[in-house]
């Protein structure tokens, strides 16, 4: 369901929409890893934690990595893919509710118009983190070619490529319900302030338990930890060349095409082995956050509703 998610939100610019939201200990702006077979991401390193690099034997960048971290005090509204709509069911759920139970709260139903859809909804303020400028990376991922295949991380990297963290937005808490086997509707109680706007405060929050199914929470465990919700980067795929397969002298950086996406691939010798090299490809994931997303505005897995909450 990742990717059916991730699909579904690409309307809004803030980058790759995270079904699994990590906490921002283990995901922030410059954390290198890949995400594994079960869509849960796997951190290697942070390339601005000099003493862990050193740790596990890797070079530091060459150049200073200066992060932008901002807060988007006004949060957002609940965020929904265009195939979903969204209606105000608060008077209907006041015949139904005791007053004691609806009071303070407007109800918000989200349906989908065909066999797919996904709403976000997350807690305020939101954190917007990330780096201003993206030669670093690649230059890293150049300089620890050989520790990164040759460590113990290399298979992994191998199957599932690597990850490097250019952006992320996250939150205290959110709620998330996405699913792709027909046309499906979701419900969920809101805070209201005393002016009748929605709260997503501190102060605010949300009920769904008396409402329909399909909701994940995801949540920060303590004062200083939030969840990602979207992030953008890079994606490298890395392949051994050996002999003939690979130049004398390393190609420079060049654009292609690969499976409908621009792609830039390298050549790079490996420095501890004198007949082999690598060929790296990159290409970019999410967009890179450039400001808030606006109010209201291929994978066919099962349609599962998991009930663990927390962060993952």
Known sequence: MDQTYAQLMTQFSNGRCLYRPPSTTAMLPGSVGYWDSNAKWQRITQLDDIEDLKAKGFKPPQEELNRQ?????????????????????????????????????????????GNSGAVLITRKPISSRGFPHESPFTRWVRDNIDALMGGPRGEDIKRHGLIIIRDTYSTKQCLLSVWNSGSRSVSVGLTVDAQGALDLGVGGGWSHATEAGGWRHFYSQNEKDEVVVFASGFYYRVRWLFGINFLPNPEPLRSVNIRGKPTEVSQIKSREKGDAAFELEREVFGNPPTAAVEAGASDTGDDEEEKDDGCE
């Open 69 to 113: 971290d901002s807060k988007l005090d006004e949060g957002w509204s609940p965020l929904h893919s265009s195939s979903v709509t969204e209606s105000d069911i608060t008077a209907e759920i006041k015949t139904k509710l005791p007053e004691s139970v609806v009071a303070g709260k407007a109800f918000l139903k989200y349906q989908s118009t």
